[in-house]
């Protein structure tokens, strides 16, 4: 049988006085699946500015596919990232892979996995940084725990180290804690952080954003 999960977020952030700071995200996923067979899609959008001048702008969708096999528990996958970041001077940066993966836990209350994927990276900058690539190994690690009947926490980390470079790495970690008030509705609070070792141009190795937001199922 099918089941479906699909959810829509939208956050807002204002603060004024001394400074004025404006931040605005959302996110859909639309995530079907069957006794074996599993399909995401995954699309995010955020955009913040500080004194009526623009300093993030970043946009990201992934798509994947995996099958499930010996009881379940492992499974292959397939998956496509792409992404932009105007003020980490990423123009572009899409990134196809595949792998496999293992689910220690698939409970309701604990859910944890881990995979390891390899693909191809491609990278194209704002400005005169020239465009990079190349083959990326990628382990990911993902735990979720339900805490209270309305209350559920979970943690992803994915890590792209480079082959051509042993100290290249980026690293990719999102904290998130959902408070749920129905079948509906619920409300997100996300801490993500990005590490790049190596960042074009001005960049700093770490970016990271905290949102909060209201997510709706449908």
């Known amino acids: 049988s099918l089941v479906w999960d699909r959810n829509i977020s939208l956050g807002y952030d204002r603060a004024g006085g001394n400074t004025e700071n404006a931040q605005m995200n959302g996110s859909l996923l639309l995530h079907a699946k069957t006794d074996h067979d599993e399909f995401n899609l995954r699309g995010s959008a955020y955009y913040s500015s500080s004194d009526k001048k623009m300093n993030t702008q970043q946009w990201a969708a ?16 397939y998956k496509f990232e792409i992404s932009h970041d105007r003020f980490a001077n990423v ?26 994927g390899a693909g191809f990276e491609h ?10 690539e190349g083959i990326v190994i990628i382990p990911r690690g993902f735990i979720e725990k339900r805490i209270f009947n309305n209350l559920k926490v979970s943690q992803e980390i994915i890590l792209y180290p480079s082959l051509r470079d042993s100290g290249e790495i980026r690293v990719y970690s999102e904290s998130s804690f959902i408070e749920t008030f129905n079948e ?21 190795n770490n970016d990271f954003k905290f949102i909060s937001s209201l997510q709706y199922s449908f």
Do not use: Q
């Open 123 to 132: 990278t194209t900058y704002n400005g005169a940084t020239k465009s990079s």
């Open 91 to 116: 123009d572009y940066r899409f990134i196809p892979s595949t792998g496999i993966g293992y689910w220690l836990y698939d409970k309701a209350d604990l859910r944890v996995m881990y995979e390891l």
């Open 184 to 204: 509906k509705l619920s409300l997100v609070f996300k801490f993500i952080n990005v590490f790049d070792s190596n960042p074009a141009a001005a960049a700093k």
């Open 62 to 77: 992934m798509m994947r596919y995996a099958y499930s096999f010996w009881e379940k528990k492992w499974y292959n996958f």
